[in-house]
């Protein structure tokens, strides 16, 4: 009780900024509420008093009812069309909060902490999960306040005619509104649960089945992982449909307790009525307001029924947005360094406690503009000098600095906007080639664009496209060659004006006599810049001022 006490306060926190789209919401929807019981029991009460009025020749006034009679239907369809677009309004910023915070948490836990996660589980929790949260201001939190706000100013209305006519309202409203939805809250707890967590394992396993269908077509493995995810959406599935079940029992429950509270309202009043103690179109008015106010709890079973889902949506959230980055942040304003040297002394560094030591009292010293070769083997520790400067990754020991200051005095981004990247395996977003180069630089001109492109050696391929820097690259880049996705990468790196450039395997995906091409013009380029060069082949190790073999 006291962890989803705080899972939910933590998501009012959350939701701070948009109170005031929430309490709207809130108070909209009960006024769309008031006006459809307001509305029934009224024109219960009208054409009652009418029948009797023509019955009795009686003199009526029917202009005032019959004027609070439209009224309160031009209220009810006004504030229902109001209450749907002020929740949904509520709701969307409600999502794009959550979703902006979700980012804002994950972006220093990368790649440290994020790369223990499956990218499937990461899009589940990141998309699915969130979507998930939606349930909470729209179907939980706001039915629950409506409901009791309303049955509140229900039971004031009865207790005005009768005490005994409020007492049984509130009894049945309360098993309708508590008793009922906390039961298909219990039943509802672990298959709701189970389906998120189904869900987030149905996804991961699609994502894994896409990326690796290659390997699963060579292997024959297909027909086990298709096996995989058909149990897995058996499972799914069952889990739905139990929760269907659970939603029709409790809808029928709410016509059951509905009907119950409408005939003990007449067993109450019908003897009030021969007393004279209440009037006969009085009579009719109470027995539609009663049927009418079982609409305040109505949403209430299925909001208990979606908590668990929910609950377990946020818990995956917020499992993954407590961790503590690996590099926690500095307590100090970033320093401004005025030269761009680089040095590790006695650095000792290893990806975790089980592992060996990738650098063991390591020592580098590249001056400003220096150019500096890293060569040697695959898994020596060459990627992971360009993670321990970028603060990817801590040390365990030993110092790192730049222009004299320790990394630990900088902020990831304060400190990454000195270093420009081209990795052996760079990400090009689905969008136009100008779009992936402009990440480098948003203000770079077209002159900027041409000319880092026609260093990369890829100017001529983009103009030979239909649309030239317009043209799309699709997914991962993958309407473009390993080679040309590699020069590209080459150009944005250079469009970035960083101190510091690392070239981690720019040039792979190239043939030999491109990168011959491509070195002297790279390199002429870089003049200015201080270079570290990691390679495992000797083409362009001629232009560096050091070789360091690991």
């Not at 029992?249 to 103690?277: D, H, R």
């Not at 946020?314 to 947005?321: E, K, Y």
């Not at 317009?470 to 473009?480: C, Q, T």
């Not at 060069?533 to 360091?548: E, F, R, S, V």
Request: one cysteine or more; a neutral charge.
């Amino acid at each position: 009780m006291n962890d989803t006490l705080h899972i939910l306060w933590r998501l009012l926190k959350l939701f701070r900024p948009y109170w005031g789209w929430m309490v709207l919401g809130i108070l909209i929807s009960l006024v769309t509420l008031l006006a459809n019981v307001s509305l029934l029991a009224l024109s219960g009460w009208f054409i009652t008093a009418m029948a009797i009025a023509g019955l009795t020749s009686a003199h009526m006034n029917y202009f005032t009812p019959s004027a609070a009679i439209r009224g309160f239907a031009i209220a009810r369809i006004v504030s229902r069309y109001g209450e749907r677009i002020i929740t949904h309004e509520a709701t969307f910023r409600l999502l794009a909060q959550l979703r902006r915070w979700f980012y804002e948490k994950l972006e220093p836990l990368s790649p440290a902490v994020l790369q223990t996660y499956k990218s499937g589980d990461l899009l589940s929790r990141i998309r699915a999960d969130i979507d998930t949260l939606e349930n909470f201001y729209l179907r939980i939190f706001l039915p629950m306040v409506v409901a009791i706000l309303g049955c509140t100013a229900f039971l004031f209305f009865l207790y005005h005619y009768h005490p005994l006519l409020a007492l049984t309202e509130g009894i049945l409203l309360s098993l309708a509104g508590i008793f009922l939805p906390l039961i298909i809250n219990k039943l509802s707890e672990k298959p709701g649960s189970q389906q998120i967590h189904t869900a987030s394992e149905l996804r991961s396993t699609v994502v894994d089945s896409v990326q690796g269908m290659g390997e699963l077509l060579i292997y024959g493995a297909q027909h086990q992982q298709t096996e995989r995810l058909s149990d897995l959406t058996e499972a799914l599935l069952k889990d739905q449909q139990r929760m269907a079940t659970y939603s029709g029992l409790s809808q029928a429950g709410l016509g059951l307790f509905a009907n119950l509270a409408m005939w003990f309202l007449l067993l109450i009043a019908i003897p009030l009525v021969v007393e004279s103690s209440l009037s006969p179109a009085n009579l009719a008015m109470l027995v539609l307001f009663t049927l009418a106010s079982f609409e305040a709890v109505m949403p209430l079973p299925l909001a208990l029924q979606r908590l668990p889902e929910t609950l377990a949506a946020a818990r995956r959230v917020f499992d993954l947005a407590d961790h503590s980055p690996r590099i926690p942040p500095p307590t100090t304003p970033a320093p401004q360094p005025h030269r761009f040297d680089i040095q590790f002394k006695q650095v000792d560094f290893r990806y975790s406690d089980d592992t060996p030591w990738i650098l063991n009292n390591f020592n580098l010293t590249l001056p400003q503009h220096g150019k500096l070769g890293i060569v040697g083997s695959s898994g020596v520790g060459k990627s992971s000098i360009v993670s321990i400067l970028l603060r990817f990754w801590p040390v365990q020991s030993g110092q790192v600095t730049l222009g004299g200051y320790p990394l630990e005095h900088f902020s990831g981004d304060a400190l990454r906007r000195y270093f420009s990247v081209v990795s052996q395996r760079p990400h090009l977003f689905n969008s136009s080639i100008r779009a992936n180069l402009l990440l480098a630089n948003r203000e770079a001109s077209d002159e900027q664009l041409i000319h880092a492109c026609q260093v990369a050696h890829i100017h001529d391929t983009i103009m030979a496209l239909p649309d030239g820097y317009d043209s799309w690259i699709g997914e991962a880049g993958i309407k473009l060659s390993g080679g040309q996705a590699q020069r590209l990468a080459i150009a944005r790196a250079l469009l970035k004006e960083a101190p510091v450039v690392i070239l981690d395997e720019a040039f792979e995906g190239l043939d030999s006599r491109l990168v011959q091409q491509l070195i002297p013009d790279l390199f002429a380029h870089l003049q200015e810049k201080t270079v570290i060069y990691i390679t495992h082949k000797k083409a362009g190790l001629d232009k560096m001022d050091t070789i360091l073999t690991l």
